[in-house]
């Protein structure tokens, strides 16, 4: 069985993401978001995710967008890392959505760590107590698959 710093050691040196950091973030405008979400076609999506990366590049909501649109282009790794950096923002008003979307995400060797600490953060800091069981009930999950019984 391997200890948990075994674990943990061999993970860091495959980790090329960083961790990103819990901070509140302004979002973009209703009618920027409304723009995306009516869109009839790619390059209004397109164009509506600009604007908000543009206007307000560290939202949840831009992240939000930046991830719904990796999804439909098949760039699952972009997805997963624009769920991880929407969960950060401590301002995200759907934060448990975007918990348990990531939660269902497939976690590659590279997103692992990154996303097991970001959840790990997540139980501890957040401001929402939801999002804090959330969290932490993933990243108990993570850490059993981990073999780290001990950090459940």
Request: with cysteine; glycine share 4%.
């Amino acid at each position: 069985m391997f200890s948990r710093c075994t674990v943990l050691l061999a993970l860091t040196a495959c980790a090329t993401l960083s961790t990103p950091a819990l901070a509140p973030h302004a979002a973009p405008g209703a009618d920027t978001v409304e723009a995306f979400y009516g869109a009839r076609d790619p390059q209004a999506l397109r164009a509506a995710q600009l604007a908000a990366a543009r206007s307000h590049p560290d939202s949840a909501l831009t992240h939000e967008l930046t991830a719904q649109l990796a999804a439909l282009d098949g760039d699952e790794d972009l997805a997963f890392e624009a769920l991880m950096k929407a969960v950060a923002d401590t301002s995200d008003d759907a934060a448990l959505l975007h918990v348990h979307l990531l939660a269902n995400q497939a976690w590659t060797k590279e997103h692992r760590l990154p996303a097991y600490r970001l959840m790990r953060a997540l139980s501890a800091q957040h401001p929402d107590p939801e999002v804090r069981a959330a969290a932490a009930y993933t990243a108990a999950q993570q850490a059993g698959l981990l073999g780290d019984l001990d950090d459940r």
